[in-house]
T-cell receptor, first 113, second 112 residues
Framework: EAQVTQNPRYLITVTGKKLTVTCSQN?????MSWYRQDPGLGLRQIYY???????DKGDVPEGYKVSRKEKRNFPLILESPSPNQTSLYFC????????????FGPGTRLTVL | DQQVKQNSPSLSVQEGRISILNCDYT??????FLWYKKYPAEGPTFLIS?????DKNEDGRFTVFLNKSAKHLSLHIVPSQPGDSAVYFC???????????FGQGTELSVKP
């Protein structure tokens, strides 16, 4: 089944404790992206990657890091999480050149205390 | 500064009637627009899109209209069904780059 998977789905952590949210897709898509969803703000793009070893900042990259060492994986790293990073996070992927259908993962609910 | 705005946080419609969801944008360089639908506890799913060279695109019960001079797009759902109840996000992109800007979302409730 074609899908984007994220782990963990739920995470409660404390300020300053480094964490990684993994994202993996099995559709051989070149493009992958991370978003956060907050009430009243909709979805905001954090980082995106057009292909392996190519990453770019979205609208809200501060406090986040990403890496794209292989095509299928695009982990989101929070080196020192803060409470304002409490949010619902989505990973997405699509083929390059087809900017219609981004396939989204199920989301990761992160709470930073 | 919000480049893509959905000014109605919620909309309630009777089953069988038309639902109209609106979206405004400020960046005249946007040339591709999309609508996504999101159910609770799921990721968004792509619904319909439109290129700036068109002013209308239809897919079954869903039609998107684009008014470039007003920097406004709308999604029409006819007839509305209870299963259409979800949050709808409009999004815009510029060129073939990777940035995608979303609006705040409109929660549609279709009542039987």
């Amino acid at each position: 089944e074609a899908q984007v998977t994220q782990n963990p789905r739920y995470l409660i952590t404390v300020t300053g404790k480094k964490l990684t949210v993994t994202c993996s897709q099995n559709m051989n898509h070149e493009y992958m992206s991370w978003y956060r969803q907050d009430p009243g703000l909709g979805l905001r793009q954090i980082y995106y990657s057009m292909n392996v070893e190519v990453t770019d900042k979205g609208d809200v990259p501060e406090g986040y890091k990403v890496s794209r060492k292989e095509k299928r994986n695009f982990p989101l790293i929070l080196e020192s999480p803060s409470p304002n990073q409490t949010s619902l996070y989505f990973c997405a992927s699509r083929p390059t050149g087809d900017y219609n259908e981004q396939f989204f993962g199920p989301g990761t609910r992160l709470t930073v205390l | 500064d919000q480049q893509v705005k959905q000014n109605s946080p919620s909309l309630s419609v009777q089953e069988g009637r038309i639902s109209i969801l609106n979206c405004d944008y400020t960046n005249s360089m946007f040339d591709y627009f999309l609508w996504y639908k999101k159910y609770p506890a799921e990721g968004p799913t792509f619904l319909i899109s439109i290129s700036s060279i068109k002013d209308k695109n239809e897919d079954g019960r869903f039609t998107v209209f684009l008014n470039k001079s007003a920097k406004h797009l709308s999604l029409h759902i006819v007839p509305s069904q209870p299963g259409d109840s979800a949050v709808y996000f409009c999004a815009a992109s510029e060129g073939q780059g990777g940035k995608l800007i979303f609006g705040q979302g409109t929660e549609l409730s279709v009542k039987p």
